[in-house]
DNA sequence: CTTTATTCGTAACACTTGTTATTTTACCCG
DNA sequence: CGGGTAAAATAACAAGTGTTACGAATAAAG
């Protein structure tokens, strides 16, 4: 009856979610993606409307990706916001691009921050509890600070104006609660 | 002998700064920057070599802005570092695009936030002494902590994930400081 | 096989970018 | 009052953008 499909939306959105990791969200162009995938830019606008489309696309798997980035990092401090904090400064190090499109971006279809981090797993609120079982009394107060403070490295990380280990920077994070709560 | 020149790089520099200042760096293009400023392009290519170099101007003038800006912010707080962040802060709010520029952007001759913030007058320098003689021993490790405190609150500021009001954010300061003390 | 529907590639359109070639304009000196 | 000279305007070029028109390839049904 028709021809087989041979480019999926699958191939599109995946190749323009590498590309996006790999060399920013601008970089992201039509003919580019095309060319990664190995097919002219014909299939992406018969998947997609239009590139507005793919590029929200390409957005939301990014916050997917960031779960995921989250769910596997390795689970090191007892204190709460460290892990989550952690795991957020990592990716802003080694996902830059990533980073920049989910948190510092202002496209149009923009997630707020505890959107993203609070995520369809509830993190925020799961370590805001942790924080109220550890005797902290405002812990949303709590979550505040840390979460300025843990934005602030991982911002500073990003144009190279913060070079701690991660050693030095769990250290940190932990001694900055102890501080907060006191 | 010739004839007499109507648009000044002073013309340019300004225009190009006022466009990204208003509508950000990457939309200070050649043809929007000479149709503000009444001209062809012909006279921006007269008196600089190329964009890049002509954005690298518009840098740099960002830089004096910034300083201008700390300089002239009304000084109410006694606690160090504490004026300091509340201009920074308050630059992030109103000069989004400035500051994007400035502090998040990956230019290839952007400076450290260190060389921009103590800027001619050493301002970081000066604070970092009064915490000394304000009885702070670790007054650097200090300054690092408040001013990833600091540049957390400006860079969510910026995506609209703070809205504390200024008379708020000036205890939060102040507290933050107590708490990085004891 | 032939038909038919759909996917894909080629090529084009309209636009924006930086940059440059060419022509026009205006000024000051002789 | 010219004439040379620098500045500015016009217009072009080459590259890159999103998007679309159109024709060729292809797979399944008859």
Redesign the interface.
């Known amino acids: 009856m028709a021809r087989k499909e041979s480019i999926t939306i699958q191939n599109i959105l995946d190749t323009a979610f590498l590309m996006t990791r790999e060399e920013g969200f601008r970089n992201a162009t039509a003919r580019k993606v095309a060319a990664k995938a190995g097919c002219s830019t014909q299939p992406i606008f018969r998947v997609y409307k239009n590139m507005e489309e793919l590029s929200e696309a390409v957005y939301l798997k990014a916050i997917d990706f960031f779960r995921d980035y989250y769910d596997l990092y390795p689970c090191t401090s007892s204190v709460p916001f460290v892990n989550l904090g952690m795991a957020y400064i990592a990716f802003a190090r080694e996902e830059k691009n990533l980073f920049q499109l989910l ?2 971006s ?1 496209v149009s279809y ?1 997630k ?3 959107e993203i981090l609070n995520g369809s797993s509830g993190n925020v609120v799961a370590e805001i509890n942790a924080a109220k079982e550890a005797g902290c009394k405002d812990a949303g107060g709590m979550f505040m ?1 840390m ?7 991982a ?2 990380s ?5 070079d701690l280990s991660d050693v030095e920077t769990k250290g ?1 994070l932990e001694q ?1 609660y102890q ?2 709560a ?1």
């Open positions: 948190f510092l202002d923009k707020s921050l505890y600070k979460w300025i403070f843990i934005h602030g490295i911002g500073m990003l144009t190279g104006d913060y940190l900055s501080s907060f006191s």
